[in-house]
């Protein structure tokens, strides 16, 4: 009941395409839910971020849909650049509780 | 802020050996995370720490992993003795409480431990 599942473990996207990284969750206590991106020789770092007050939320060009009731949350890359090419985490966790529960990761290759 | 700084960036040793990883968190956090990447498990938390306490070491994997932070700057991950499968990228993040609830993390560079 504490695991993150993220899919797909690979994604290839051309150029200005939409990237689409999914994750679910079973622990309805959950409450907070980051995205970190890592590219490589770096260690992750916050992307994006959502409480379930919310069923989405908008950065730029990346954006977290939020379905509470089926315990899903994703991320979307619109118009995906070269740049944005590295690996993708989910994470989920309690307010009472400052541990991340993290998905497997989601390595990312925008192809030009 | 130079951000969460980690020493050594990368260290080869062979195996049997003692390995201490440094970790110097964010300047007013009070949270202190220790993590271990590799591919096959991805990214696993060892240990984390509130206000220099450690608070779950659940994940330590063995008896040869230690973690210690004797103040609010600084704190270490020790392994002894050495073993192969212990190689791997080990991060150390910190992060501040956020109205009680969790907050961002920040993450170090990591230090890349390849034993022999």
């Known amino acids: 009941q504490q695991q993150v599942k993220q899919s797909p473990q690979s994604l290839i996207v051309q150029k200005g395409g939409i990237s689409i990284i999914n994750c679910a969750y079973e622990?309805?206590?959950?409450?907070?839910f980051p995205w970190y991106q890592q590219f490589p020789g770096k260690g992750p770092a916050l992307l994006i971020a959502i409480r379930p007050d919310v069923s989405e939320k908008k950065e730029g060009r990346f954006t977290i849909s939020f379905n509470k009731s089926a315990k899903q949350f994703s991320l979307h890359i619109m118009d995906s650049q070269p740049g944005d090419s590295a690996t993708y985490f989910c994470a989920a966790s309690k307010n009472s509780n400052y541990q991340l529960i993290w998905g497997a990761g989601t390595k990312l290759i925008i192809k030009p | 802020d130079a951000g969460v700084i980690q020493s050594p960036r990368h260290e080869v040793t062979e195996m049997g050996q003692e390995v201490t990883l440094r970790c110097k968190p964010i300047s007013g956090h009070d949270y202190l995370f220790w993590y271990r990447q590799t591919m096959m498990r991805g990214l696993e938390l060892l240990i984390y720490f509130n206000n220099n306490v450690p608070i779950d070491d659940s994940g330590m994997p063995e008896d040869r992993f230690s973690a210690k932070m004797p103040n609010a700057s600084f704190s270490t991950l020790k392994i002894q003795p050495s073993e192969p499968r212990d190689s791997a990228v080990y991060f150390c993040?910190?992060?501040?409480?956020?109205?009680?609830?969790?907050?961002?993390?920040?993450f170090g560079p990591g230090t890349r431990l390849t034993v022999l």
């Open positions: 622990n309805t206590a959950f409450d907070y």
């Open positions: 993040a910190s992060s501040l409480s956020y109205r009680g609830g969790t907050d961002t993390q920040y």
